[in-house]
Protein backbone atom coordinates (compact mmCIF):
# COMPACT_ATOMS: atom_id res chain seq x y z
CA UNK A 1 0.00 0.00 0.00
CA UNK A 2 1.39 3.64 -1.11
CA UNK A 3 1.39 5.88 1.73
CA UNK A 4 0.09 9.53 0.33
CA UNK A 5 2.80 11.36 0.18
CA UNK A 6 3.51 15.03 0.54
CA UNK A 7 3.66 17.01 -2.80
CA UNK A 8 7.36 18.93 -2.13
CA UNK A 9 7.11 22.74 -1.13
CA UNK A 10 3.96 22.35 0.69
CA UNK A 11 3.21 25.19 3.06
CA UNK A 12 0.11 25.45 5.55
CA UNK A 13 -1.63 27.87 2.55
CA UNK A 14 -1.56 25.22 -0.26
CA UNK A 15 -2.63 22.32 1.68
CA UNK A 16 -5.94 21.06 0.58
CA UNK A 17 -8.31 20.13 3.98
CA UNK A 18 -10.76 17.26 3.29
CA UNK A 19 -13.84 16.00 5.13
CA UNK A 20 -14.52 12.16 6.57
CA UNK A 21 -17.76 10.62 5.86
CA UNK A 22 -16.82 7.80 8.20
CA UNK A 23 -19.01 7.09 11.58
CA UNK A 24 -16.70 6.56 14.12
CA UNK A 25 -14.86 9.83 13.14
CA UNK A 26 -12.61 11.53 15.79
CA UNK A 27 -11.36 14.56 14.63
CA UNK A 28 -7.70 15.09 16.05
CA UNK A 29 -7.05 18.92 14.97
CA UNK A 30 -5.23 20.42 17.18
CA UNK A 31 -3.83 16.94 19.18
CA UNK A 32 0.01 17.92 20.09
CA UNK A 33 2.10 14.32 19.53
CA UNK A 34 5.67 15.12 20.78
CA UNK A 35 6.86 17.95 18.29
CA UNK A 36 4.15 17.45 16.03
CA UNK A 37 0.73 19.71 16.20
CA UNK A 38 -2.34 17.96 14.04
CA UNK A 39 -3.29 20.65 11.64
CA UNK A 40 -6.44 18.88 9.54
CA UNK A 41 -7.94 15.96 8.59
CA UNK A 42 -6.35 15.14 4.58
CA UNK A 43 -7.80 12.47 3.32
CA UNK A 44 -9.28 8.53 3.74
CA UNK A 45 -7.17 6.12 2.08
CA UNK A 46 -7.91 2.07 2.23
CA UNK A 47 -9.88 2.58 5.38
CA UNK A 48 -7.55 4.68 6.95
CA UNK A 49 -7.60 8.54 7.71
CA UNK A 50 -4.69 11.31 6.95
CA UNK A 51 -3.63 13.86 8.66
CA UNK A 52 -1.59 16.84 8.16
CA UNK A 53 0.77 17.38 10.38
CA UNK A 54 3.04 20.71 11.33
CA UNK A 55 6.58 19.73 13.27
CA UNK A 56 8.19 22.13 15.52
CA UNK A 57 10.99 21.98 12.85
CA UNK A 58 8.72 23.56 10.59
CA UNK A 59 8.11 20.55 8.70
CA UNK A 60 4.71 19.91 7.13
CA UNK A 61 4.04 15.57 7.39
CA UNK A 62 1.20 13.40 6.53
CA UNK A 63 0.52 10.85 9.40
CA UNK A 64 -1.93 8.19 9.78
CA UNK A 65 -4.14 8.00 12.48
CA UNK A 66 -2.13 4.78 14.02
CA UNK A 67 0.60 6.82 12.86
CA UNK A 68 -0.12 9.82 15.41
CA UNK A 69 0.28 7.44 18.39
CA UNK A 70 3.81 6.00 17.01
CA UNK A 71 5.48 9.33 15.63
CA UNK A 72 6.81 12.24 18.05
CA UNK A 73 8.05 14.11 15.33
CA UNK A 74 8.64 14.48 11.31
CA UNK A 75 11.72 12.59 11.90
CA UNK A 76 13.52 15.43 12.56
CA UNK A 77 13.85 14.00 16.41
CA UNK A 78 15.31 10.82 15.62
CA UNK A 79 18.17 12.66 13.82
CA UNK A 80 18.84 14.98 16.77
CA UNK A 81 18.87 11.98 18.99
CA UNK A 82 21.36 10.39 16.47
CA UNK A 83 23.37 13.45 16.11
CA UNK A 84 23.81 14.32 20.02
CA UNK A 85 24.71 10.55 20.30
CA UNK A 86 27.56 11.11 17.56
CA UNK A 87 28.51 13.91 19.46
CA UNK A 88 28.67 11.91 22.82
CA UNK A 89 31.01 9.04 20.92
CA UNK A 90 33.17 11.40 19.32
CA UNK A 91 34.12 13.27 22.69
CA UNK A 92 34.43 10.03 24.24
CA UNK A 93 37.05 9.25 21.88
CA UNK A 94 38.96 12.70 21.96
CA UNK A 95 38.66 11.77 25.81
CA UNK A 96 40.02 8.59 25.13
CA UNK A 97 42.80 9.60 23.46
CA UNK A 98 44.34 11.68 26.17
CA UNK A 99 47.63 10.50 27.96
CA UNK A 100 45.62 10.94 31.12
CA UNK A 101 42.42 9.18 30.20
CA UNK A 102 44.19 5.79 30.36
CA UNK A 103 45.86 6.59 34.22
CA UNK A 104 42.47 7.98 35.19
CA UNK A 105 40.27 4.99 33.90
CA UNK A 106 42.60 2.44 35.64
CA UNK A 107 42.63 4.11 38.85
CA UNK A 108 39.15 4.54 38.73
CA UNK A 109 38.34 0.80 37.93
CA UNK A 110 40.98 -0.35 41.05
CA UNK A 111 38.88 1.45 43.25
CA UNK A 112 35.64 0.87 42.12
CA UNK A 113 35.69 -2.50 40.70
CA UNK A 114 35.80 -5.68 42.41
CA UNK A 115 36.71 -7.51 38.97
CA UNK A 116 39.95 -5.46 38.85
CA UNK A 117 42.87 -7.61 39.38
CA UNK A 118 44.40 -4.50 41.95
CA UNK A 119 40.85 -4.22 43.43
CA UNK A 120 42.41 -5.78 46.49
CA UNK A 121 44.78 -3.18 47.02
CA UNK A 122 42.94 -0.97 46.66
CA UNK A 123 39.10 -0.44 46.74
CA UNK A 124 39.49 -3.42 48.75
CA UNK A 125 41.88 -1.91 51.24
CA UNK A 126 39.61 1.12 51.55
CA UNK A 127 40.99 3.46 48.54
CA UNK A 128 38.70 5.36 47.20
CA UNK A 129 38.04 7.37 44.00
CA UNK A 130 36.42 10.45 44.46
CA UNK A 131 32.33 11.67 43.14
CA UNK A 132 33.84 14.23 41.41
CA UNK A 133 36.33 12.74 39.04
CA UNK A 134 34.13 10.31 37.81
CA UNK A 135 33.48 12.74 35.47
CA UNK A 136 36.72 12.47 33.34
CA UNK A 137 36.73 16.25 32.63
CA UNK A 138 36.44 17.13 35.94
CA UNK A 139 39.39 15.13 36.99
CA UNK A 140 41.44 16.49 34.06
CA UNK A 141 40.26 20.08 34.97
CA UNK A 142 41.94 19.08 38.52
CA UNK A 143 45.09 17.57 37.67
CA UNK A 144 46.20 18.67 34.15
CA UNK A 145 47.16 16.77 31.51
CA UNK A 146 49.74 13.50 31.93
CA UNK A 147 52.93 15.13 31.22
CA UNK A 148 54.83 12.40 29.89
CA UNK A 149 54.47 8.66 29.86
CA UNK A 150 57.07 8.47 32.01
CA UNK A 151 54.58 10.26 34.59
CA UNK A 152 52.30 8.25 36.25
CA UNK A 153 49.18 9.05 38.45
CA UNK A 154 50.63 8.80 42.29
CA UNK A 155 48.68 9.17 45.16
CA UNK A 156 51.30 11.56 47.93
CA UNK A 157 50.30 9.48 50.80
CA UNK A 158 49.85 5.62 49.63
CA UNK A 159 47.61 4.81 52.48
CA UNK A 160 45.21 8.34 50.98
CA UNK A 161 42.40 7.84 48.41
CA UNK A 162 42.21 9.07 45.44
CA UNK A 163 41.19 12.92 45.60
CA UNK A 164 42.30 16.32 44.10
CA UNK A 165 44.81 17.45 47.55
CA UNK A 166 46.06 13.76 47.40
CA UNK A 167 47.26 12.89 44.15
CA UNK A 168 49.92 14.37 41.92
CA UNK A 169 51.76 13.43 38.35
CA UNK A 170 54.80 11.77 39.31
CA UNK A 171 57.93 9.41 37.56
CA UNK A 172 58.47 5.99 39.30
CA UNK A 173 61.39 7.00 41.30
CA UNK A 174 59.59 9.53 42.90
CA UNK A 175 56.66 7.19 43.68
CA UNK A 176 58.66 4.21 45.53
CA UNK A 177 59.98 6.32 47.81
CA UNK A 178 56.72 7.25 49.49
CA UNK A 179 56.02 3.65 48.95
CA UNK A 180 55.29 1.28 51.61
CA UNK A 181 58.72 -0.51 51.47
CA UNK A 182 58.26 -4.42 50.84
CA UNK A 183 59.11 -6.86 53.74
CA UNK A 184 61.13 -9.76 52.19
CA UNK A 185 60.84 -13.03 54.45
CA UNK A 186 63.81 -15.76 53.75
CA UNK A 187 63.32 -19.16 54.51
CA UNK A 188 65.27 -21.75 54.18
CA UNK A 189 67.04 -19.94 51.28
CA UNK A 190 63.72 -18.78 49.29
CA UNK A 191 63.50 -15.01 50.10
CA UNK A 192 59.30 -14.06 49.51
CA UNK A 193 57.36 -10.68 49.82
CA UNK A 194 55.45 -11.11 52.76
CA UNK A 195 52.41 -9.92 51.09
CA UNK A 196 53.01 -12.82 48.65
CA UNK A 197 53.75 -15.35 51.64
CA UNK A 198 50.43 -13.98 53.60
CA UNK A 199 47.95 -13.97 50.63
CA UNK A 200 49.77 -17.98 50.09
CA UNK A 201 48.99 -18.49 53.70
CA UNK A 202 45.79 -16.94 54.16
CA UNK A 203 47.18 -14.98 56.71
CA UNK A 204 46.20 -11.41 57.35
CA UNK A 205 48.80 -9.14 56.03
CA UNK A 206 48.10 -5.76 58.32
CA UNK A 207 48.59 -8.36 61.43
CA UNK A 208 52.23 -10.31 60.17
CA UNK A 209 53.78 -6.68 58.79
CA UNK A 210 52.72 -5.79 62.61
CA UNK A 211 54.64 -8.29 64.19
CA UNK A 212 57.30 -8.76 61.81
CA UNK A 213 58.07 -4.74 61.11
CA UNK A 214 56.77 -3.35 64.69
CA UNK A 215 57.49 -5.97 67.23
CA UNK A 216 60.31 -7.51 65.36
CA UNK A 217 58.99 -11.34 66.14
CA UNK A 218 60.57 -14.05 63.89
CA UNK A 219 58.94 -15.21 61.15
CA UNK A 220 58.11 -18.70 63.10
CA UNK A 221 56.63 -16.86 65.14
CA UNK A 222 54.31 -14.25 63.50
CA UNK A 223 53.00 -17.04 61.21
CA UNK A 224 52.33 -19.19 63.90
CA UNK A 225 50.61 -17.36 66.75
CA UNK A 226 46.96 -17.17 66.26
CA UNK A 227 45.72 -13.61 65.13
CA UNK A 228 43.34 -12.57 68.17
CA UNK A 229 42.95 -8.87 69.20
CA UNK A 230 43.97 -9.64 72.62
CA UNK A 231 47.94 -10.52 71.68
CA UNK A 232 50.11 -8.77 73.43
CA UNK A 233 53.48 -7.33 71.54
CA UNK A 234 55.21 -9.96 73.40
CA UNK A 235 53.21 -12.69 72.02
CA UNK A 236 52.02 -13.97 75.05
CA UNK A 237 48.34 -15.45 74.81
CA UNK A 238 45.84 -14.41 77.45
CA UNK A 239 42.99 -16.85 76.03
CA UNK A 240 42.78 -20.22 74.20
CA UNK A 241 43.32 -20.84 70.66
CA UNK A 242 44.56 -23.48 68.67
CA UNK A 243 47.91 -22.17 67.45
CA UNK A 244 48.35 -22.42 63.45
CA UNK A 245 50.55 -24.77 62.43
CA UNK A 246 52.30 -24.04 58.70
CA UNK A 247 55.01 -26.13 57.08
CA UNK A 248 57.25 -23.48 55.78
ZN1 LIG B 1 10.66 18.15 12.57
Known sequence: MAKPSLPKNLSIDNLVFGVSAANNFRDRTGDVLGRLTVLGFKESFEKKSYWYCLCSCGAITVLSTSGLHKTQSCGCLAR???????RTVLAKHHQSNSPAYYSWSSARSRCNNPKDKQYFRYGGRGITFCERWN?????????????????SLDRIDSNGNYEPNNCRWAVPIQQSSNRRRSVLITFEGKTTPLSVLCRRLGLNY?????????????????????????????GERRGGGAVLRIKL
Open 80 to 86: DVHAERC
Open 135 to 151: NFANFLDDMGERPSGKF
Open 206 to 234: QAMYRRIVKWKWDAHKAFTVPVRKHIEPT
